[in-house]
């Protein structure tokens, strides 16, 4: 069973940056495809991020290409994202999700999750 614990997330004015984290234990992290999620109030939860098991692929949400950053170090079991130049509409609950798989980005095949870490973005 894989465990994934994010950290990170906390308050930040519109245009700074905050970097999530997610450490991952109990499974090979490396054979994982690894993806960030989130949720604001009142909405569905959706897709912002995902990297392949080995690094060689990234995708982004439209909403933060050019801002988020998605990154792995499998020395660390952790997965990152890098978010830049934020915006009140990135304020969510942000998800780190684990897939058996190669390389996915729709919340169905993502076998494993975190609980979550609040990002609160202010104008």
């Known amino acids: 069973q894989v465990q994934l614990v994010e950290s990170g997330g906390g308050l930040v004015q519109a245009g700074g940056s905050l970097r999530l984290s997610c450490a991952a234990s109990?499974?090979?992290?490396?054979?994982?495809?690894m993806g960030w999620f989130r949720q604001a109030p009142g909405k569905e939860r959706e897709f912002v991020a995902a990297?392949?098991?080995?690094?060689?692929?990234?995708l982004y949400a439209d909403s933060v290409k050019g801002r988020f950053a998605i990154s792995r170090d499998s020395a660390k079991n952790t997965v990152y994202l890098q978010m830049v130049s934020l915006k009140p509409d990135d304020t969510a609950v942000y998800y780190c999700?684990?897939?058996?798989?190669?390389?996915?980005?729709?919340?169905?095949?993502?076998?494993?999750w975190g609980q979550g870490t609040q990002v609160t973005v202010s104008s």
């Open positions: 999700a684990a897939a058996t798989r190669y390389f996915v980005f729709t919340e169905i095949w993502y076998d494993y």
């Open positions: 990297i392949s098991w080995n690094g060689a692929s990234t």
């Open positions: 109990g499974g090979t992290f490396s054979s994982y495809c």
